[in-house]
């Protein structure tokens, strides 16, 4: 596991053996995990945003669209 984005708000986990993210949305405490298709497709969305616009707030803005209504409450046990 590799810390690849944190900021205040999110934090991006890659797994490079299972080809995933786990994106985590800190303030709403939910979680997405994503692999094959849907985290190469993520990873070239990422990559999309020209490097000038790769600040924190326009990273988070995409996480949070990216988890909108599809990601689940973190559990503990």
Same mark, same amino acid.
């Given at each position: 596991?590799?810390?690849?984005?944190?900021?205040?708000?999110?934090?991006?986990?890659?797994?490079?053996?299972?080809?995933?993210?786990?994106?985590?949305?800190?303030?709403?405490?939910?979680?997405?995990?994503?692999?094959?298709?849907?985290?190469?497709?993520?990873?070239?969305?990422? *990559?999309?945003?020209?490097?000038?616009?790769? *600040?924190? *707030?326009?990273?988070?803005?995409?996480?949070?669209?990216?988890?909108?209504?599809?990601?689940?409450?973190?559990?503990?046990?």
């Amino acid at each position: 596991m590799n810390l690849v984005y944190n900021s205040e708000h999110y934090s991006i986990l890659a797994y490079p053996a299972q080809e995933s993210f786990e994106l985590v949305d800190k303030d709403a405490s939910r979680t997405l995990f994503i692999r094959g298709e849907v985290a190469f497709r993520f990873r070239q969305a990422i *990559d999309s945003i020209p490097e000038g616009e790769r *600040d924190e *707030d326009t990273i988070d803005e995409f996480i949070e669209s990216y988890c909108d209504g599809v990601a689940s409450p973190i559990r503990f046990h």
